[in-house]
């Protein structure tokens, strides 16, 4: 069962706001569609156990106990796990933001990287243990502890980047805004064939028209194009990860037809279902 914490308020760390809106551990017995982050977020990866791959644009990766990465702003990644041995995944959404003009070293070093895979090396580990046994404990000043070993698990990123090769309505709920690429992210990547602009505004707290101008600021893309962007990618994990016919994967994924599917799916990437899955097998 997922393990899943959050902190209630972003903090400082040397004049970079840093708000983990999301701190879990989970077994990962599905895949993960490809997916982005918005501006300013980061998602913090260590496999505890298990194996599987990791997709980017920039090349595929094999998972394993240890593994260690960093998937940033913009970087379009999907998960796979090892069916025989899934993966156990320690992970921490981050939002951050740069306040003044000359951003720290410490800040600088860890937002110019948006993508990052390697190894740990024991620190990380411990650092994720810790943060979900102060979590568990709750007490006294336990807010503040996972502050500092957040403060200590980016430094100790940043030192793997030095050290180490990449192997590559007005009473309604209204979330703090650095929470909204989280939930929007978690909205099109769970809820990708019944997800609404009315629902996803409704979570956010906000109009349907201020949703709009949210998801052309963060990710340059309308309601539309974000959700048809969510189930296509969706479309290439089944395609690949199973032999159900291309019928039953266009309705799963909320398509009118399979001929709108397969002319959607040609149009993104430039070569039908049927044809995808044969090159893939």
């Not at 090769?165 to 769970?190: N, S």
């Not at 959607?264 to 990437?269: E, G, L, R, T, W």
Request: overall charge positive.
């Amino acid at each position: 069962m997922p393990v899943q914490y959050q902190l209630e308020a972003p903090f400082l760390l040397e004049g970079m706001s840093v708000w983990a809106a999301n701190i879990i551990f989970a077994p990962f017995l599905s895949s993960i569609p490809a997916h982005s982050h918005g501006t300013g977020c980061y998602e913090i990866h260590f496999i505890a156990a298990g194996r599987g791959s990791l997709q980017t644009e920039s090349g595929d990766y094999a998972i394993e106990p240890d593994s260690l990465f960093v998937t940033g702003p913009h970087v379009v990644h999907a998960q796979q796990p090892d069916t025989a041995d899934p993966m156990q995944e320690y992970c921490v959404y981050l939002r951050t933001a740069l306040s003044g003009k000359t951003p720290s070293p410490l800040a600088e070093a860890f937002c110019s990287v948006p993508f990052w895979f390697g190894r740990d090396n024991g620190e990380i580990r411990a650092i994720f243990q810790q943060i979900f046994h102060e979590f568990a404990q709750k007490r006294t000043g336990y807010t503040v502890q996972v502050q500092l070993l957040l403060s200590q698990l980016l430094v100790k990123l940043v030192r793997h980047y030095e050290t180490a090769q990449c192997t590559g309505a007005p009473a309604a709920y209204r979330p703090h805004t650095d929470a909204v690429p989280f939930i929007i992210e978690e909205c099109f990547l769970y809820e990708y064939r019944t997800l609404t602009l009315q629902t996803l505004a409704e979570r956010l707290g906000f109009s349907p028209r201020q949703t709009q101008r949210l998801l052309k600021r963060y990710y340059g893309r309308t309601f539309q194009q974000k959700k048809q962007e969510a189930r296509l990618s969706a479309a290439v994990e089944l395609l690949r990860g199973s032999r159900r016919h291309i019928a039953e994967i266009s309705e799963d994924l909320g398509f009118s037809s399979p001929e709108h599917f397969s002319n959607a799916f040609k149009k993104a990437y430039g070569i039908s279902p049927s044809r995808y899955r044969r090159q893939t097998k």
